[in-house]
């Protein structure tokens, strides 16, 4: 295995990492959501700040749950077509979307990084009285979320582009089924 074949790999396995830990922000959410309407309900107690840490929680998960949907093969296709291509095909057709992919993540992201830097620089918080403080932490998930798929498409490229050239078998094309 090549040393870039390596790097894809700990790539890969750095975002199932970041994904499954992440995955607890669900649950975080959930509790949070629970408690806020319990507090309302029964002791007519509310709080912006926790309300908005809802919101939060939301945007991480989705942020960041895009590359770990990317790495566990869940990612939404439209096989109308691709269902029915040879599987040599289908690797490069992969490769190819990983690569655009890559690419426009890494756009994104680089973009992002001016919109935290001014949120940072103005200590942007909550709009709302009693909302969260330093808004610019949410907002830098943006830049790091879009990295973090960035790395997964990278490490989808070198496995499919590892599968067409005959090194190992994609594992693209071993997750559908």
């Known amino acids: 295995m090549s040393v870039v074949e390596r790097l ?3 790539a ?3 975002v199932r990492a970041v994904g499954e830990i992440m995955a607890w922000t669900g649950l975080v959410m959930v509790l949070l959501i629970g ?9 007519s107690y509310g709080s912006v700040a926790l309300q908005e840490m ?3 929680l939301m945007a991480a998960g989705a942020l960041f749950g895009m590359s770990y949907g990317l790495n566990r093969g869940e ?3 439209v096989d109308v077509l691709y269902a029915h291509f040879p ?3 289908k690797t490069a057709i992969n490769a190819l979307g990983s ?3 890559c690419l426009v993540a890494i756009a994104v992201a680089w973009l992002a990084i001016g919109f935290v830097s001014q949120s940072y620089m103005l200590q942007e918080g909550s709009a709302d009285p009693g909302g969260l403080p330093a808004r610019w932490i949410l907002k830098a998930m943006i830049p790091a979320a879009f990295l973090l798929l960035a790395l997964q498409a990278f490490a989808r490229l070198v496995a499919d582009a590892a599968a067409l050239f005959g090194a190992r078998p994609s ?4 997750r559908e089924g």
């Open 8 to 10: 894809a790999d700990g």
């Open 12 to 14: 890969d396995r750095f």
């Open 35 to 43: 408690f806020n309407v319990l507090a309302r309900y029964l002791f």
């Open 54 to 56: 809802e919101w939060h």
């Open 75 to 77: 990612e939404v296709r």
């Open 87 to 89: 599987p040599r095909l």
């Open 99 to 101: 690569l655009l992919l």
């Open 171 to 174: 594992h693209s094309i071993s």
